[in-house]
C-alpha cells in the first residue's frame, strides 16, 4: 500500500492560529530510506532563511537524481512572517514550545514528525550579531554561519564523537573554501560564561531528536547588519544555502550512518534526569568583529565552558502511572502521541514519592519513597518502552531539572512533604 504522504508533493499539515496553511514540499527519491526534514521560519521575522532555504529548493528540483528524500516546510509560523514577528499570533515562541506544545503549529510539526518519521531534521534560523553584553566590550559576533547538533545528554547521539567532529570539519573547511565563516553555536551569557548551544528540551533541536529519535541540526545565519546594505543581506542567503547544500552533501555521503533503528528504551535502562555546564580552564578562541575599528580578529576567551556534567541518573520504570485528574498533563501527553494504558479494576504495585522539600525550578534533589499497591481505575499507564521513552522520563520524574515543575501552565503545585502526583509502576 502507497504511503499517503511520500504519494503526493506538496501537502498541507496544518494551519495557523489565522488560519494560513503550513505546507510541507517534497523533493527526492520517494522510495529513499534517508529522509530529511527542513524546517524554516519558527521565528516568522527571520526572512533571509527563508530566502535562503528557497534557493535550495530550487536547486533541489533542478537535481536529475537524488539518493534521498526531503521534506521542506518553508514557512512554520505563516502568521509571524506575515506580521514580521518573531513569535506566532498568540505570542508564543514557537522554538520554545517543542514540550508542552501550547501552538497549533507546533502541534503540526510534531504531528508530521511522528508520521512521516524523518533521520535528519534541519532547523534554520537567523542569529542577530549584536549582542549588549558584548557590545559593552565592543564586540560584535561576525561569522556567517553557527550550526550545532542537539545537546542534551539522555539523547542517544546517532553518530559517535568522531564522526560528530569530522562533520563539524568537514562543513567549517567547505564553507572555508568559499569564503564563509562558520563556526559551533556560541551562547555569551551576561555573566560572561560562554558555551555551547543548550541542555534544555524546549527547542526543536533537542526536543525532536529526543522525541522522535532523529539527529537534528540547528544552522543559524548571521542577520546583516543594516548598514551593510543590500551587499550584506545576499551575503547572508547565500552563505545559508553554501551552508545548507553542504550539510546535504555530507548526509548523502554518510547515510548509511543514519540506518541503524530507532532506540526503543527499556525498564532499569539509565537515563540522566540533571546535568549542568562544567566550568574549565579552557581558552575559546573565536573570530570577533571590533564595533569601532570595524576590524575582525581572533579573541581568546575565558570563562569556557565546552563540556556538559551529568549529576544524577535514575532507572527508568516499566512506565509512568499518571493520574486522570491531571488534564493539562494528559493533554500534553495526547499531543505527543505517547501510547498509554488504562487499566480500570487492576490492582498494581507502584513506587510513590514524597517530597522532602517543594519542587523549585531546579527540580527536586531529595525525596523518599514507598511501595503501595493501588487501584488503577483512576490512572493512565504510559509504557516506557515506546519511541520517545527517555523523552517521558526527563518530563515525568520528580528528580528531572527539564521536568513538570518548570511549566506553570500545567498549575501543578509541588509543595514540601507532598506526594508527588506521578507514580512508577
Not at 527563508?50 to 534557493?55: F, G, L, P, T, W
Amino acid at each position: 500500500m502507497t504511503d499517503p504522504i511520500t504519494s503526493m508533493q506538496n501537502i498541507v499539515i496544518g494551519y495557523s492560529v489565522l488560519g494560513r496553511p503550513i505546507t510541507v514540499e517534497f523533493i527526492g527519491d520517494k522510495e529513499s530510506s534517508t529522509r530529511i526534514f527542513i524546517i524554516v521560519g519558527q521565528h516568522g521575522d527571520e526572512k533571509y532563511s527563508r530566502k535562503a532555504v528557497e534557493q535550495l529548493v530550487n536547486h533541489l528540483k533542478q537535481r536529475s537524481t537524488h539518493s534521498f528524500y526531503v521534506a521542506i516546510l518553508i514557512d512554520a509560523n505563516p502568521d509571524g512572517y506575515e506580521n514580521n514577528t518573531r513569535r506566532n499570533s498568540e505570542s508564543i515562541d514557537l522554538n520554545r514550545d517543542h514540550v508542552m506544545l501550547q501552538s497549533i503549529e507546533t502541534v503540526a510539526i510534531h504531528s508530521f514528525v511522528r508520521g512521516w518519521m524523518p533521520k535528519i531534521i534541519i532547523d534554520v534560523h537567523n542569529y542577530p550579531p549584536r549582542r549588549k553584553h558584548l557590545l559593552k566590550k565592543h564586540l560584535i559576533l561576525s561569522h556567517d554561519i553557527f550550526v550545532d547538533i542537539p545537546t542534551n545528554p539522555a539523547i542517544l547521539q546517532i553518530l559517535d564523537d568522531n564522526k560528530i567532529n569530522g562533520f563539524f570539519m568537514a562543513l567549517k573547511s567547505d564553507l572555508h573554501s568559499k569564503g564563509i565563516s562558520c563556526e559551533r553555536y556560541t551562547i555569551f551569557q551576561k555573566s560572561g560564561k560562554i558555551r555551547h548551544s543548550t541542555i534544555d528540551i524546549q527547542d526543536a533541536r533537542n526536543s525532536l531528536s529526543l522525541r522522535y529519535g532523529a539527529f537534528c541540526i540547528i544552522l543559524e545565519g548571521r542577520e546583516p547588519l543594516k548598514k551593510d546594505g543590500s551587499v550584506g543581506e545576499n551575503r547572508t542567503i547565500s552563505s545559508q544555502y553554501c551552508a545548507l547544500y553542504s550539510i546535504i552533501n555530507w548526509l548523502e555521503k554518510n547515510k548509511h550512518e543514519f540506518e541503524k533503528k530507532t532506540h526503543i528504551p527499556k525498564k532499569n535502562e539509565l537515563v540522566p534526569v540533571r546535568a549542568h555546564y562544567r566550568d574549565s580552564n579552557e581558552i575559546l578562541k573565536m573570530d570577533l568583529k571590533n564595533s569601532k575599528t570595524k576590524i575582525t580578529s581572533e579573541i581568546s576567551l575565558k570563562k569556557y565552558s565546552p563540556n556538559i556534567e551529568i549529576t544524577k541518573f535514575i532507572e527508568m520504570p516499566e512506565g509512568y502511572v499518571v493520574p486522570n485528574s491531571l488534564t493539562a498533563l494528559m493533554e500534553v501527553l495526547k499531543k505527543h502521541g505517547f501510547s498509554h494504558d488504562s487499566k480500570t479494576n487492576i490492582q498494581k504495585q507502584v513506587k510513590i514519592y514524597y517530597l522532602s522539600d517543594s519542587l523549585t525550578d531546579r527540580g527536586s534533589k531529595r525525596m523518599r519513597e514507598k511501595i503501595k499497591t493501588i487501584s488503577l481505575s483512576d490512572y493512565v499507564v504510559f509504557p516506557i518502552a515506546q519511541l520517545g521513552g527517555r523523552f517521558l522520563a526527563l518530563l515525568l520524574e520528580p528528580r528531572s531539572k527539564f521536568g513538570l515543575h518548570r511549566f506553570h501552565e500545567l498549575k501543578l503545585n509541588f509543595l514540601e512533604k507532598q506526594e508527588y502526583p506521578i507514580l512508577r509502576i
